[in-house]
Every structure is written in structure tokens, then in C-alpha cells.
């Protein structure tokens, strides 16, 4: 690769071809601020419009100013980034895009994390000189997972961009010419009429108000304040190793035990581990693919514990329906079991007890919703409230989160093995898979449990294992347009694998929709990943299958793995959808 010379503020420097100005600027640590600009999260594609126009910088020789973002170095190039008229221009952008924007920031959901915001007191702006017709539109409250207020988008298409080009979904693009543009799914829909799956990845990465997650926290302090309902809580392994950046812990803190405590404090009857459920889902979901290999069952057979796939295979896939294992989540699974086998333990009935969930994932508010995820029409999961919905409601509480003493999980359904905590990062469920299953096939005893294959970050990876005398393979996909190439293939008849994983989110849920804000994407999800890692490998029982409290459920409650209990509470069905 050439490199090419240029000159940014009097610093000289030496660059790829095809480096950006603002990447360059970078290099030298030098400021540029910006909006519509973002690294996505498979590391290659970028949103850079240069759209927003705030990243405006001068260049010697050319009349114009220059996006910084979409506009190449070149050999030679000297550039200002600091001159009065880079910083004029950007201010009268600025000013420009505020005087379309809605003042209401006390009352947003994204106020003290919103790009403008913080860009606008970064820039020390305090009076918009410019007066004109604001843009007004019906704000989209349809879904059980996500808020779209039009009225404070600036128009940046990095949501865009994470819909079409990452997760290859098409729900949203550019609608309109002039003043008079959105971006919007097509005829203005309200979500719930599109084919979105509510992974929440464009609320990630919107760097204003203009799509949030439906808060759920005023229902959550409704149900802990009502005393005739015992008010239980479940949190899924991904919470624990984001929650406490919320508190300005350094990333890749576990805060598991003061996770609990503050739950504790918030007033919840009984605080539960999702793990559990992920040990009890690998039970079903084990016992269902040896039950296919052995009996000349359809393969591939994928995993089914994340609902913003089940949704996108639902919408573009259901040509597929009899290949993803019909197992339902780990949130729901432990909703099932908690209304059913719990509540007898505690000698109450369903409808006295309210289950919320914490979760990473908008989509799981969308999955508790669901008609088919109830028992006896009573729904097995309340409420669902994400790792940031939890954290403002441990702020709101006035609770010194970082000075709580570590406590346990209550148990029966607390009690978890170090396959259940992995599933919170794409590779996770296919290794804790990989652990029952070749137990339970080969009667061995599984020395080194650590399947390092199925690790790591990449979009999709495979691995081959052998189980007695069949070359078992296996495919992880994690972001739903990586999860597309492998469900085209199974279409095509061109795959030879025999289990799936797919993630929504790109590196698994660790990334979710419902995760603290965070733009540093690489860093931040290696140091979330090492989390649950460390955890897995710090915990004394690491199979599933070896969980205590499982095997107490099927001896007191469920029967056998895969049986026909098992089936009427832990297993649902797909649905196609138009």
C-alpha cells in the first residue's frame, strides 16, 4: 500500500491511499467533531455520509470547505481544522440543525447521552440565530421495543446504514426531498407493520432522540409497589459485564454480586439468574439435535435463543420454519418454569407472581409480548427492562452502586454453570451446546471444555468437532446480515453443516440494543466478552447438564429432557409473517 504525505494544523504526517482526512486528523490526535459519521460494527463499513456537515475543515487551494469525514487525503494536502472559518461553519451547521430540533432535552430519553447535545456544549453554543418552520411528525409508538420520534432526527443515516448494510433487514431509508426528508421505512409504516426485527441496533447507534427503546421502568415501580404480588427478577449474563460502566467502573468490570445487592435494594422478592434457564435451554436444545442426528432429523438445526433472528427468519426466512430447534429463549423458559414449578414452591398461583426481566436485548420486550409465549394465557415474562433501563433505576433510587457489598443469587432458579453465563456472547451457546451434547452422545466425560473455535468476533466461524464417528460442524453467525449468507446457503442446499448459532447483534448480546451507549465498539465488546469468559472459567461446574438445580427440576417437575412436560412449557412455534 503507498502512502502519501499530508499536512494537518502544521503537523506533518504519512498515511495509506485512501485514508480519510478525518482518520488522518485522528493519527495526530487532533479534534474533529462529528455526527453522521461511525465506524459500524464488522470493522469495514463506515457511515460517512457527509451529511451533517459539522466536521467541515479548510484546505489550501480549494474554494470550499471540505467534509473531513468522505473526503480523501491526498499527497500533498495542507489542511486547517482550527481556522475561523472551519469553526464559523461548523457553529452556523450546528445552529442550523438545532433550530429543527425539538428544545425539549429535560424530558428526552437520551438527555446527557446525546451526540447533540453534547456537541452543542462542546461548542459552546447557547442562542440559535436561526428562526423558521420546525419539522413535526406522529410519533411512532407501535412496537413493545422501540420509540421513533421523527422530530429529532438529524438526518446522520447511521441507523440507515446498520439496517441495510449490517444487518441487511431494509426497514429504513431516506423518504422525501428538501426540508421535507426522513429516513422511515417505506410509506411511513409504524414498525410493528414492517419487517423489522427489533434488535435495537439502530437505537445504538442514533446519536440523538429520535429512536429509543419503550421504558419500562415506571411499570417495574408499579408492580415492586403493589404488595399483593411477589415481584421476581431474572438477568441475563450480558448485563453483568456492561451494567457497571453506567457507574464509571472500567470496562470489563463484573459486577454480578453488586448487580444483585442493587436489585435487592430496589425491592424485588426474589433476584434470579437467566443462566439457570441457559443451563435448562441447552438441556432441551442438546436433547433436540441428538434426537435429530440420530433419528435422520432436518440439519442444520439452529439455535433459537435470540427473538430479533426468530423475527428476521419469521419475516424473510419462513420458508425455513421446521429448521431453527424449537426451543423458546432462556427469558422465557426461566418465565415458564418461575410461574409454574417455582410458584408451587412458594404456594402461590401464577397470576399472583410478576416476573421482570433484565435483559441487553430490545427485542426480548418484543418476545414477552408475544401471543405464543404464555402458558395457561398467563404470559411468562411481565416486564422487560434493559441494562440501561436498570441503571437509571439504581440512579433514581439514590443507591451507591459501587460501594455494594457482592451478594448471591436466590435459588432454586439462581444456580447456574459457566456454560449458561457465556451465552451472552456470540459463540457462547454453541460452545455450551458443544459441552451436553458430546457427553451425552459419546458417554465420555469432556476433559478441556474450552471450545476456542467458536470464539471470538468474527462475523462467521466455523469449527468441526469430532462426536463418536461423525465430523460434527458448526457455523456461528453473529449480526443478522452474516446470519443471511448462511440461511441462503441452507436454502441453496449448499450446506453441510449440522448446528447453527445466530446472533441478532453483532458480537452476540453482549451488543445489544438495550446495552449502555458506547461508540468504541471493538474495545469495548472484547473487554465485555473477557467478562463472561473469566467468569465461565471461575465457576466449578462448566457443563450444563452437571447443574444441581437442573437435574432437581426434571426429577421434581419437568420429567425428561425433551419429553412431553418439557415440551407444554419450555418449546413453542414459528410463525410466518408477511
Given at each position: 500500500?503507498?502512502?502519501?504525505?499530508?499536512?494537518?494544523?502544521?503537523?506533518?504526517?504519512?498515511?495509506?491511499?485512501g485514508v480519510t482526512i478525518l482518520q488522518a486528523a485522528r493519527m495526530l490526535n487532533i479534534t474533529i467533531p462529528t455526527l453522521c459519521h461511525l465506524n459500524m460494527h464488522d470493522?469495514?463499513?463506515?457511515?460517512?455520509?457527509?451529511?451533517?456537515?459539522?466536521?467541515?475543515?479548510?484546505?489550501?487551494?480549494r474554494r470550499n470547505l471540505a467534509p473531513a469525514c468522505s473526503t480523501p487525503a491526498t499527497n500533498g494536502m495542507i489542511i486547517k481544522t482550527n481556522s475561523i472559518r472551519a469553526i464559523k461553519a461548523r457553529r452556523t451547521v450546528l445552529e442550523l440543525?438545532?433550530?429543527?430540533?425539538?428544545?425539549?432535552?429535560?424530558?428526552?430519553?437520551?438527555?446527557?447521552?446525546?451526540?447533540?447535545?453534547?456537541?452543542?456544549?462542546?461548542?459552546?453554543?447557547?442562542?440559535?440565530?436561526?428562526?423558521?418552520?420546525?419539522?413535526?411528525?406522529?410519533?411512532?409508538?407501535?412496537?413493545?421495543?422501540?420509540?421513533?420520534?421523527?422530530?429529532?432526527?438529524?438526518?446522520?443515516?447511521?441507523?440507515?446504514?446498520?439496517?441495510?448494510?449490517?444487518?441487511?433487514?431494509?426497514?429504513?431509508s431516506g423518504v422525501g426531498r428538501g426540508f421535507e426528508t426522513v429516513v422511515s421505512p417505506a410509506f411511513?409504516?409504524?414498525?410493528?407493520?414492517?419487517?423489522?426485527?427489533?434488535?435495537?441496533?439502530?437505537?445504538?447507534?442514533?446519536?440523538?432522540?429520535?429512536?429509543?427503546?419503550?421504558n419500562n421502568t415506571s411499570k417495574v415501580w408499579n408492580a415492586l409497589g403493589q404488595s399483593a404480588k411477589i415481584v421476581v427478577v431474572q438477568t441475563a449474563p450480558a448485563v453483568r459485564?456492561?451494567?457497571?460502566?453506567?457507574?464509571?467502573?472500567?470496562?470489563?468490570?463484573?459486577?454480578?454480586?453488586?448487580?444483585?445487592?442493587?436489585?435487592?435494594a430496589l425491592g424485588f422478592t426474589k433476584v434470579f439468574d437467566t443462566n439457570f434457564a441457559a443451563d435448562l435451554t441447552i438441556m432441551e436444545e442438546a436433547s433436540e439435535f441428538a434426537h435429530r442426528l440420530q433419528h435422520?432429523?432436518?440439519?442444520?438445526?439452529?439455535?433459537?435463543?435470540?427473538?430479533?433472528?426468530?423475527?428476521?427468519?419469521?419475516?424473510?426466512?419462513?420458508?425455513?420454519?421446521?429448521?431453527?430447534?424449537?426451543?423458546?429463549?432462556?427469558?422465557?423458559?426461566?418465565?415458564?418454569?418461575?410461574?409454574?414449578y417455582l410458584a408451587q414452591k412458594m404456594n402461590i398461583t401464577a397470576k399472583d407472581m410478576i416476573v421482570v426481566s433484565v435483559m441487553p436485548c430490545l427485542a426480548k420486550k418484543y418476545e414477552a409480548a408475544r401471543a405464543e409465549m404464555s402458558t395457561n394465557e398467563v404470559p411468562d415474562v411481565d416486564i422487560v427492562i434493559s441494562t440501561r433501563e436498570l441503571a437509571k433505576m439504581i440512579k433514581e433510587a439514590g443507591i451507591d452502586f459501587n460501594s455494594l457489598p457482592d451478594e448471591d443469587f436466590d435459588n432454586p432458579l439462581g444456580e447456574s454453570t459457566g456454560a449458561g453465563v457465556i451465552f451472552g456472547t456470540s459463540g457462547g451457546v454453541m460452545e455450551a451446546a458443544l459441552r451436553t451434547a458430546y457427553e451425552w452422545l459419546t458417554n465420555e466425560t469432556l476433559e478441556n471444555v474450552n471450545f476456542e473455535a467458536v470464539r471470538g468476533m468474527e462475523g462467521i466461524k466455523e469449527a468441526s468437532v469430532k462426536i463418536n464417528d461423525i465430523d460434527v460442524k458448526v457455523a456461528?453467525?453473529?449480526?443478522?446480515?452474516?446470519?443471511?449468507?448462511?440461511?441462503?446457503?441452507?436454502?441453496?442446499?449448499?450446506?453441510?453443516?449440522?448446528?447453527?448459532?445466530?446472533?441478532?447483534?453483532?458480537?452476540?448480546?453482549?451488543?445489544?440494543?438495550?446495552?449502555?451507549?458506547?461508540?468504541?465498539?471493538?474495545?469495548?465488546?472484547?473487554?465485555?466478552?473477557?467478562?463472561?469468559?473469566?467468569?465461565?472459567?471461575?465457576?466449578?461446574?462448566?457443563?450444563?447438564?452437571?447443574?444441581?438445580?437442573i437435574k432437581k427440576i426434571y426429577e421434581e417437575f419437568l420429567g425428561e429432557p425433551y419429553g412431553v412436560k418439557a415440551h407444554e412449557l419450555l418449546h413453542t412455534q414459528y410463525v410466518k409473517r408477511k
Open positions: 500500500m503507498s502512502l502519501i504525505t499530508l499536512t494537518i494544523n502544521d503537523k506533518e504526517i504519512k498515511v495509506e491511499n470493522g469495514k463499513t463506515t457511515n460517512h455520509p457527509g451529511s451533517c456537515r459539522v466536521c467541515m475543515v479548510e484546505v489550501t487551494g440543525i438545532l433550530s429543527d430540533h425539538p428544545q425539549d432535552c429535560l424530558l428526552c430519553e437520551k438527555n446527557t447521552a446525546c451526540e447533540l447535545q453534547k456537541l452543542a456544549a462542546e461548542l459552546g453554543i447557547r442562542e440559535i440565530h436561526y428562526k423558521g418552520e420546525m419539522s413535526t411528525y406522529p410519533i411512532d409508538r407501535s412496537s413493545s421495543s422501540i420509540v421513533r420520534n421523527l422530530d429529532k432526527c438529524i438526518l446522520c443515516r447511521r441507523c440507515e446504514t446498520m439496517c441495510n448494510e449490517i444487518q441487511t433487514v431494509g426497514v429504513l411511513d409504516l409504524p414498525l410493528i407493520e414492517t419487517t423489522c426485527t427489533f434488535c435495537g441496533q439502530c437505537v445504538a447507534v442514533c446519536p440523538t432522540g429520535a429512536l429509543t427503546e419503550v459485564a456492561a451494567l457497571g460502566e453506567e457507574f464509571g467502573l472500567p470496562l470489563g468490570t463484573s459486577v454480578t454480586g453488586k448487580m444483585v445487592a442493587a436489585l435487592r435422520g432429523g432436518r440439519l442444520p438445526m439452529l439455535t433459537s435463543c435470540c427473538p430479533a433472528w426468530v423475527n428476521f427468519f419469521e419475516h424473510q426466512f419462513n420458508d425455513l420454519l421446521d429448521i431453527p430447534s424449537t426451543c423458546k429463549s432462556p427469558q422465557q423458559m426461566w418465565g415458564a418454569v418461575a410461574k409454574t456461528i453467525a453473529s449480526g443478522l446480515g452474516n446470519a443471511r449468507k448462511l440461511l441462503e446457503a441452507i436454502r441453496e442446499g449448499e450446506s453441510t453443516y449440522h448446528l447453527i448459532e445466530i446472533m441478532a447483534c453483532p458480537g452476540g448480546c453482549i451488543n445489544g440494543g438495550g446495552q449502555p451507549y458506547s461508540n468504541d465498539y471493538e474495545d469495548i465488546l472484547a473487554k465485555r466478552m473477557s467478562v463472561l469468559y473469566n467468569e465461565d472459567k471461575n465457576k466449578a461446574i462448566r457443563k450444563s447438564h452437571d447443574n444441581p438445580s
